[in-house]
């Protein structure tokens, strides 16, 4: 059985920086993508950030470009979400998510197959 355990979520002033982690197991993970969404309350769950386990490809959301860097450590089956400049507007709760046995990174909630519990980012302004 798949796990996705995210941490590093908290509280942080307008400008700073954050680095959430998300820790894989039951599955080694080697061709499969791996991303990043978020939900605001009263908003629908959008994409942030996404990477080819394989090959180490990345796609961001425009909102994020430049400001948030996505990774991945294989030995460790965990990957990463470095948030630097963050805005009040980045504010939501983050969630991991593995779409299994993919080459292309998608950006819609419903073509990912497991999902962590989320963990809480809010930025103060």
């Known amino acids: 059985q798949v796990q996705l355990v995210e941490s590093g979520g908290g509280l942080v002033q307008a400008g700073g920086s954050l680095r959430l982690s998300c820790v894989a197991s039951?599955?080694?993970?080697?061709?499969?993508?791996m991303g990043w969404f978020r939900q605001a309350p009263g908003k629908e769950r959008e994409f942030v950030a996404g990477?080819?386990?394989?090959?180490?490809?990345?796609k961001y959301t425009t909102s994020v470009n430049g400001r948030f860097t996505i990774s991945r450590d294989n030995a460790k089956n965990t990957v990463y979400l470095q948030m630097n400049s963050l805005k009040p507007d980045d504010t939501a709760v983050y969630y991991c998510?593995?779409?299994?046995?993919?080459?292309?990174?998608?950006?819609?909630?419903?073509?990912?197959?497991?999902w962590g519990q989320g963990t809480q980012v809010t930025v103060s302004s």
């Open positions: 998510a593995a779409d299994l046995d993919k080459n292309y990174i998608f950006t819609i909630s419903t073509y990912y197959d497991y």
């Open positions: 039951g599955r080694t993970f080697s061709r499969d993508v």
């Open positions: 990477i080819s386990v394989s090959d180490g490809r990345t």
